[in-house]
């Protein structure tokens, strides 16, 4: 029993010592790496070169694409002296864009033109911050005037669809400007009236001061006459006299009183009532000018949905430059040149072990 487990034990021993002694066949160095690569560098640069050639093949067939944009600004309206709000928010207008006029404007393409056959995509967008939309389209220079008309087909139709608003609140202001004027042309016809009136009144006291003036020298004349009639005593013909002057005196100076409280009262009052009623005309046409000034000043800042500019090309092509295209061919080519350089090397070696078995 003893002498069979040391027998186990010496066996084990040899085992380990054959084992760390054999060389590891199996293990790779990057030295056999390199071996590998020089014995097949033909391989190897053919198909990296290969690459490279095809890699300029096909920047030099590929088409150069270049961007069509051009820039949308949401028109804005008044709203009640509070100045302007955008006709209709920067979101909801991305939305009839992107779900509604886009996808009308390419089915119409598309349908009018059945020999097209390139996929068309339309984008639009908002800049971070700001109330512009920005519309976008890729594609070859020889088709430009297709990707402009299309950019601005879109664009019209969403000036028509915010025109419809837009013109609800232009007729509105003219409306109220129009109304405003013709309270403006009464208010100055009533100013014009009145003004007659002032200067009707001023003739009146002209002529009410002749009257009152040629009655006061009436009355004085007939004093002086009572004043001798009333020396002759006793005389029935001066007595009947001074009776008729006295009579005439009376009637005068009743007559001089009225005509006076007419031209120092009641044409007073009069114009100063006018003139109040000017002056309040006045007001009146003021403030109805500041209110058509200040719809004018509306109308005239109203700012319709409008494209800022025309499409427009891009000044350099867009896409994938052709310098990372061939970059891309070469990491490609010499990935595949390794590969290509193992797999022939393997089956060299499963021959060549075929064959000395």
């Known amino acids: 029993m003893?002498?069979?487990?040391?027998?186990?034990?010496?066996e084990s021993r040899n085992l380990q010592y054959v084992m760390m002694e054999r060389p590891a066949e199996d293990e790779i160095s990057l030295i056999d790496l390199w071996l590998v690569l020089a014995k097949r560098k033909k391989v190897f640069f053919f198909i990296v070169l290969l690459s490279l050639v095809v890699g300029f093949l096909f920047v030099f067939s590929k088409p150069l694409v270049y961007?069509?944009?051009?820039?949308?600004?949401?028109?804005?309206?008044?709203?009640?002296?509070?100045?302007?709000?955008?006709?209709?928010?920067?979101?909801?207008?991305?939305?009839?864009?992107?779900?509604?006029?886009?996808?009308?404007?390419?089915?119409?393409?598309?349908?009018?033109?059945?020999?097209?056959?390139?996929a068309i995509d339309i984008k639009a967008s908002v800049a971070k911050g700001s109330g512009i939309i920005r519309l976008s389209v890729s594609g070859s220079e020889r088709d430009a005037e297709i990707y402009k008309r299309l950019?601005?087909?879109?664009?019209?139709?969403?000036?028509?669809d915010h025109k419809r608003v837009s013109s609800l609140v232009v007729n509105d202001l003219?409306?109220?400007i129009k109304k405003k004027e013709n309270i403006g042309s009464q208010l100055i016809n009533e100013s014009i009236l009145m003004q007659s009136q002032i200067k009707r009144l001023n003739k009146k006291e002209l002529l009410l001061n002749k009257r009152i003036d040629s009655l006061s020298e009436?009355?004085?004349?007939?004093?002086?006459?009572?004043?001798?009639?009333?020396?002759?005593?006793?005389?029935?013909?001066?007595?009947?006299?001074?009776?008729?002057?006295?009579?005439?005196?009376?009637?005068?100076?009743?007559?001089?009183?009225?005509?006076e409280d007419q031209s120092y009262l009641d044409l007073a009052d009069e114009r100063e009532v006018l003139r109040n009623e000017i002056s309040d005309n006045e007001?009146?046409?003021?403030?109805?000018?500041?209110?058509?000034?200040?719809?004018?000043?509306?109308?005239?800042?109203?700012?319709?949905?409008?494209?800022?500019?025309?499409?427009?090309?891009?000044?350099?092509?867009?896409?994938?430059?052709?310098?990372?295209?061939?970059?891309?061919?070469?990491?490609?080519?010499?990935?595949?040149?390794?590969?290509?350089?193992?797999?022939?090397?393997?089956?060299?070696?499963?021959?060549?072990?075929?064959?000395?078995?």
Do not use: C
Not at 305 to 327: E, H
């Open 67 to 118: 961007e069509f944009s051009t820039s949308i600004e949401v028109g804005t309206q008044p709203t009640n002296g509070r100045g302007e709000v955008a006709i209709e928010s920067t979101q909801t207008t991305l939305a009839k864009l992107q779900e509604g006029y886009i996808p009308l404007v390419l089915a119409s393409h598309y349908a009018n033109s059945p020999e097209w056959t390139e």
């Open 218 to 259: 009436f009355v004085k004349t007939n004093e002086k006459l009572r004043l001798s009639a009333s020396g002759s005593k006793g005389n029935q013909d001066a007595t009947l006299t001074l009776m008729m002057l006295d009579n005439e005196l009376r009637t005068s100076r009743e007559l001089l009183a009225e005509l």
């Open 151 to 160: 950019l601005s087909d879109v664009v019209e139709k969403i000036k028509a």
């Open 2 to 10: 003893n002498k069979a487990s040391s027998d186990l034990e010496t």
């Open 283 to 357: 007001k009146r046409q003021l403030e109805n000018m500041q209110i058509i000034a200040k719809d004018k000043a509306q109308l005239s800042n109203l700012l319709e949905t409008r494209a800022i500019i025309k499409p427009l090309k891009s000044l350099k092509p867009v896409g994938t430059s052709s310098k990372l295209i061939l970059v891309l061919f070469a990491v490609a080519g010499f990935m595949l040149s390794l590969i290509a350089v193992f797999v022939i090397e393997f089956l060299e070696s499963v021959k060549t072990a075929q064959l000395e078995r």
């Open 174 to 176: 003219q409306l109220g």
